[in-house]
């Protein structure tokens, strides 16, 4: 197994303030293929654009909306960060912003290997795929991922058709349940969604239902296996203690999103290494509402990050899932992928 030395040349967080006027932003560090932004200064929906739909073709996290064209919202990719426009949700005068930023391939390409052909910008090295296809609503129908690996995590979306929700299918809740990335809900037991099938390494399975194959609908899913020493998806249990839940992720952590799986109305939370600078109090965001940024106690650590809230990440006997990538692999290549001695 391959380990990423270098993080930062796969996902990275930027930070910036808005000017009210065009502003091409650098330093990522990369040319992204996915940037998800949010206003941590004031309530502003959250944006998310992906270079397979294309520039000013928006999406919003915290709302069950379709794809919207916003000319002045992220308007270019460039070969080492992204440009936007005026629109307040981008770019505020004064207002402060987080924007995340995945590579995808820098390109697309035609993937047949399931029963609908779809279009995908894939880093198998990352393992990370934008995927878009036309959904026909037919029970069991295959899309091909192009990971060459078995996704842990997928966002899954309908682009246009109207308003559903966006379906997140995650490996510690497994095929026969989803949870709504735009919503507090507890995970749902639909068939439509997946149709009770585990993604494989070429392919993922969707039902009937409209928000994974919307007939005659232009669906995007986004779609995370995972890597050693880059990425982790998995669960842990709260202890409602401030000496709280410890996850080990096998990395220090750039980003960090969990959700409670186990308790309705809790909030799916965001933390990172740029707006988070000190441990213990540490900065969120909501991906399910538009909310300024909050604070929580959680720590990032070397090896992964311990949830220090008696409520929030860390409810007593409560279950949780999380996605998180790296900042620093706590193994490289040059260890040969195995944990020092200190770390037992």
Sequence with gaps: MSIIDKPSDYFNTKLYTGTGSELALTGVGFQPDFTWIKGRSGATEHVLTDSVRGVTKELSS???????????????????GFTVGTDGSYNTSSATYASWNWLGANGTASNGSGSITSTVSANTTSGFSIVTYTGNASAGATLGHGLSATPKM????????????????????????????????????VTGFFNNTTPTS?????????????????????????KQGYSKFGSYTGNGNADGTFVYTGFKPAFVMIKNSSHAGQYWEIFDNKRNTFNVNNNKLYPNAN??????????????????????????????????????PFVTSTTNGSIPATAR
């Excluded at 915290?62 to 080492?80: H, I, P």
Aim: with cysteine; aromatic share 10%.
């Design 291 to 328: 909310l300024a940024e909050q604070q929580e106690n959680f720590d990032i650590v070397s090896n992964g990050f311990k949830c220090r809230d008696t409520g929030g990440t860390n409810v007593s006997g409560n279950t949780y899932i999380y996605m998180a990538f790296a900042e620093e």
């Design 202 to 226: 070429s392919v993922f399975t969707v039902g009937t239902d409209t928000a994974c194959n919307g007939d005659g609908n232009d669906m995007i899913a986004y779609c995370f296996a995972e």
């Design 154 to 189: 997928m966002l899954i979306k309908r682009a246009t058709g109207g308003a559903t929700q966006w379906v997140v299918y995650h490996v510690s809740t497994g095929n026969t349940k989803a949870l709504y990335l735009n919503t507090t809900a507890t995970p749902l037991t």
């Design 62 to 80: 915290n709302d069950d909306g379709a794809e919207e064209t916003v000319a002045q919202g992220l308007t270019a990719f460039g070969s080492d």
